[in-house]
Nanobody, 113 residues
Framework: QVQLVESGGGLVQAGGSLRLSCVTSVSITDMAWYRRAPGKQRELIVTINSAGRTNYGDSVKGRFTASRDNAKNTVYLQMNNLQPGDTAVYYC??????????WGQGTQVTVSS
């Protein structure tokens, strides 16, 4: 069974930064980062293909940067200028419209004001 393991979350003050990692047990060409804020539906925030081409949602554009290391089956999410509205559990998976793998446990990001 394919495993997705997210890490790197934590508690940070507004304006701070965090770098998330997602390690997959197999190579996956197209990947995405999602987040689920308390009481809200899961939101897709960025997609990244095998060549590193990215497409960001408006809520994170200009502040978050996705990247990947295909040799390590790892995708990253550099998050800068974090705001309380970014508080959520962050997940990685394939983009919507592709086969979705079993979700990992996610990593909690909490931004204090």
């Amino acid at each position: 069974q394919v495993q997705l393991v997210e890490s790197g979350g934590g508690l940070v003050q507004a304006g701070g930064s965090l770098r998330l990692s997602c390690v997959t047990s197999v190579s996956i060409t197209d990947m995405a980062w999602y987040r689920r804020a308390p009481g809200k539906q899961r939101e897709l925030i960025v997609t990244i293909n095998s060549a590193g081409r990215t497409n960001y949602g408006d809520s994170v554009k200009g502040r978050f940067t996705a990247s990947r290391d295909n040799a390590k089956n790892t995708v990253y999410l550099q998050m800068n200028n974090l705001q309380p509205g970014d508080t959520a559990v962050y997940y990685c998976n394939a983009p919507y419209g592709r086969y979705l793998y079993p979700w990992g446990q996610g990593t909690q990001v909490t931004v204090s004001s």
